[in-house]
């Protein structure tokens, strides 16, 4: 069975500051992970997915199978970016993502 | 193009009662996925369908089901209603075969009495 492990419920920054989102997870076969967050009041939206290997809004992450991490990076942290951030992996292998298997998430606050 | 709509909104029902969550994807989306949000547990996958089929399902009790029309709008039940079913419940919409992205709606909000 998968699991994913967010071990930080809170996370506090100050603006400027480089942040780290850790996200860990646990699955046998080949994993596709992903990275979800949800503003104040907004829906639940993707981030970033390991796959594309892009920057969205600064923030970057890696897979790096060796640890079985997905950390979340950005090197200036912004205030616009307080928010819930959820880790999830797909474990699908590409024949469907609609089942996804979510951290407990981390709330981050970026102080002015 | 408008995102994934989900009624209603709020809900409070009784203990033993049972329930209907509705959802409608974004059009032209295929796949309907549906997830339990709670405080403690997080979010966790109910169910998936696909063409009218169910495609994956998560481990709750049988008490939890699911189908979709085939304008691939969904809805879920939820039969012998207890405490613990209150949750938030979202659904969620992708093109399938295009694209691994999910859209989410804003969720039902269930009360259980």
């Avoid at chain 1, 290997?53 to 307080?82: C, M, V, W, Y």
């Avoid at chain 1, 469907?96 to 407990?104: E, V």
């Avoid at chain 2, 009624?7 to 409070?12: E, S």
Wanted: proline share 4%; charged share 20%.
């Amino acid at each position: 069975a998968q699991r994913v492990t967010q071990p930080e419920k809170l996370l506090s920054v100050f603006k400027g500051a480089p942040v780290e989102l850790k996200c860990n997870y646990s699955y046998s076969g080949s994993p596709e992970l992903f990275w979800y967050v949800q503003y104040s009041r907004q829906r639940l939206q993707l981030l970033l997915r390991h796959i594309s290997r892009e920057s969205i809004k600064g923030f970057t992450a890696d897979l790096n199978k060796g640890e079985t991490s997905f950390h979340l990076k950005k090197p200036f942290a912004q205030e616009e970016d307080s928010a819930m951030y959820y880790c999830a992996l797909s474990s699908a292998g590409g024949t469907s993502y609609g089942k996804l298997t979510f951290g407990q998430g981390t709330i981050l606050t970026v102080h002015p | 193009k408008a995102g994934v709509t989900q009624t209603p909104r709020y809900l409070i029902k009784t203990r033993g009662q049972q329930v209907t969550l509705s959802c409608s994807p974004i059009s032209g989306h295929r796949s309907v996925s549906w997830y339990q949000q709670t405080p403690g547990q997080g979010l966790q996958f109910l169910f998936e369908y696909f063409s009218e089929t169910q495609r994956n399902k998560g481990n709750f009790p049988g008490r939890f089901s699911g189908r979709q029309f085939s304008n691939s709008r969904s809805e879920m039940n939820v039969s012998t209603l207890e405490l613990g079913d209150s949750a938030l419940y979202l659904c969620a919409s992708n093109r399938d075969g295009v694209d691994e992205k999910l859209f989410f709606g804003s969720g039902t909000q269930l009360s259980v009495l």
